[in-house]
């Protein structure tokens, strides 16, 4: 651990760095998710053909992803992030497409019934009761983020992947094992965090919050 | 269970500005109303025609899956008909905007459908809200609906998870009275209920219906139910109308063997049974001829049915059984005759007078 405390600050910034990488994609994966969700559950045929492509992306291995992205968008954060948010969609589109058809059938006839419109169903119902899924769905996407930007440093994307390649090249456990730290506690706090939501969110739906 | 004390007029808004409603009158009339989904081969609902008083309590029943839900959803427009039209007083609901028709109609179904997420009030205020009313406005209003639905006002502050099946009924019958819209429409609402429940609540519910007087459409499948409540009965099959009327005339004049099979009108003891020593009451009332003989000590509460008053004049062996209320207030008497006469059809029906 003499790496990490020698190069504290070095490694702080390769932290923030990958901190800020990973709210980017999970800030664009939302804005295409949600309306790409409700698309899928509102023209019921897409459901198939589009969980399907996000379902082949997501197996795609990340090392070569980015490499097939050099050609189109060159070194650096970029391509890194597009290919994340890429991989971030199966999750979240999943999860979130599940909390929306799981809403209570009774509960929107009801709303319906009593002359709420579409809109005012979705804000006032349908969000709120799928939230605790999209919540799930954005930990995993989260976590998986975290994970695999790792290996965006070998694209010059900067992160804790850093030290995971210069550690590797240079035979440097010290390097290896601050960096695997590092990003087992940005993933580990980010887990808690984020279930902390869930779990409150859950309540709320249930009838139970405080 | 506390008995409700509010007043009619509380119940009403007639303060409300009134040019802003899309419905006018509690009478509503279906023609040739058809609906066809294209899964299946038969309509679902077969040109339909009928026409509701306002007002008046009426109670859509059969089998299920002969149409009484789809039927009924045309009214608030969940379904649109592939045929026919719909009227509430004179408008022809296909010209009305559709949210503003459904806030005008109180919507009640089997699964209640209550907002898990919201509190109770959350949950009856939704259509207040929709409609505008300010927040003393609507706290007044749960607090009455609350009462009139025989639960205390602590309700008002918790979560649907926390009440009963039967409690929950109540919020969803609550919720749908909320903006006082003139006309109810209630899928078996009390069908999930258990049967110590569901007697409450459609006790409540002719309760509710004297009080306010709304026109109420009612679906079941339960033909105790359907007598129970009704003013009248609309008998559905294989989505055709079979036989509307009066749950006397049903019962004494069957349409068909269908009907007759249905309310057992073959079996005395049964069709007594469909009928309560109240509703005999009101029969005779229209003859005026209330022979009522202190000597008669053997007493019925008006709610017993019909069934239970045979028996106990068999029993007894007294000529007929006084009415007593559980508050020990005379309502009359009646005889063997009575029940004689309501079975092979000998009183001057209310209905009969109308024709
Ligand atoms: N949304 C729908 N799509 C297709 N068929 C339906 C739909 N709703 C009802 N049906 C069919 O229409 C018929 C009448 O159904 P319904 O009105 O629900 O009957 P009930 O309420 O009397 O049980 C049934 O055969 C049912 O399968
Ligand atoms: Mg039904």
């Not at chain 1, 800030?27 to 053909?49: A, E």
């Not at chain 1, 994340?84 to 999750?91: D, G, H, K, R, S």
């Not at chain 2, 209920?193 to 007087?213: G, P």
């Not at chain 2, 409540?229 to 294989?238: E, F, V």
Request: aromatic letters at 8%; one cysteine or more; hydrophobic letters at 45%.
């Amino acid at each position: 651990m003499s790496y990490f405390f020698s190069n504290f600050s070095y490694v702080m910034q390769l932290f923030g760095q990958h901190l800020r990488m990973t709210l980017i994609v999970l800030f664009i994966s939302l804005l295409i998710s949600i309306p790409l969700g409700i698309l899928v559950v509102r023209v019921r045929w897409l459901h198939g053909p589009v969980l399907s492509i996000l379902g082949v992306i997501y197996t795609i291995p990340s090392l070569s992803l980015f490499v097939l992205l050099l050609p189109l968008f060159g070194l650096g954060l970029k391509p890194a992030i597009i290919a994340l948010v890429a991989y971030a969609q199966l999750l979240l589109v999943r999860n979130w497409v599940i909390g929306l058809t799981s809403v209570d059938k009774a509960v929107l006839d009801a709303a319906r019934g009593m002359g709420m419109s579409s809109w005012q169903r979705f804000i006032q119902i349908e969000f709120p009761l799928a939230l605790p899924m999209l919540l799930a769905g954005t930990r995993l996407a989260t976590l998986s983020t975290i994970g695999i930007g790792t290996i965006a440093a070998f694209i010059n994307a900067g992160g804790l992947g850093v030290l995971l390649f210069q550690g590797v090249i240079t035979s440097n456990y010290d390097k290896i094992v601050t960096g695997s730290i590092a990003v087992s506690a940005l993933a580990i706090a980010t887990n808690y965090l984020l279930r902390f939501f869930e779990r409150r969110a859950d309540l709320v739906i249930r009838g139970d919050a405080k | 269970m506390q008995t409700s004390k509010v007043k009619p007029g509380e119940l009403t808004t007639e303060g409300e500005p009134t040019h802003n409603n899309v419905i006018r009158s509690g009478e509503i009339v279906c023609q040739e109303v058809t609906k066809h989904f294209p899964e299946n081969s038969r309509p679902a609902v077969d040109h339909v025609s009928f026409k509701v008083a306002a007002g008046d309590l009426v109670v859509l029943l059969g089998p299920s899956g002969c149409g009484k839900t789809t039927l009924l959803k045309m009214i608030n427009r969940l379904y649109e008909p592939d045929q026919g039209q719909i009227w509430i007083g004179k408008e022809d609901i296909q010209t009305l905007p559709v949210n503003q028709l459904r806030r005008q109609i109180g919507y009640a179904i089997q699964q209640v459908g209550l907002f898990p997420h919201m509190t109770i009030w959350r949950n009856i205020a939704i259509v207040p809200r929709l409609l505008g009313w300010d927040e003393e406005k609507i706290n007044m209003r749960c607090n009455l609906l609350l009462e009139l639905v025989g639960l205390s006002p602590t309700y008002l502050g918790r979560y649907p998870r926390q009440l009963s099946g039967g409690e929950q009924q109540r919020v969803g019958l609550a919720r749908a009275l909320a903006a006082d819209p003139q006309i109810l429409l209630m899928d078996e609402p009390f069908a999930a209920v258990d049967a110590i429940n569901r007697e409450r609540l459609q006790s409540e519910l002719l309760i509710i219906h004297r009080k306010l007087h709304k026109t109420i459409l009612f679906v079941t499948h339960d033909v105790e139910e359907a007598f129970r409540l009704a003013d009248k009965i609309i008998i559905l099959k294989d989505g055709q109308l079979i036989q509307y009327g009066t749950p006397v005339e049903i019962v004494v004049k069957p349409e068909n063997e269908f009907v007759a099979e249905l309310v057992g009108s073959n079996n005395l003891l049964r069709k007594l049974s469909l009928f309560d020593v109240q509703s005999l009451l009101e029969a005779k009332q229209y003859e005026r001829h209330n022979s009522f003989s202190k000597a008669s000590f053997t007493s019925i509460q008006p709610q017993e049915n019909l069934r239970t008053a045979l028996s106990m004049l068999l029993e007894s062996g007294a000529e007929q059984l006084h009415v007593v209320d559980n508050k020990g207030k005379s309502h009359g008497v009646i005889t063997f005759q009575d029940l004689h006469r309501l079975l092979f059809e000998q009183f001057t029906s209310p209905a009969a007078e109308l024709e």
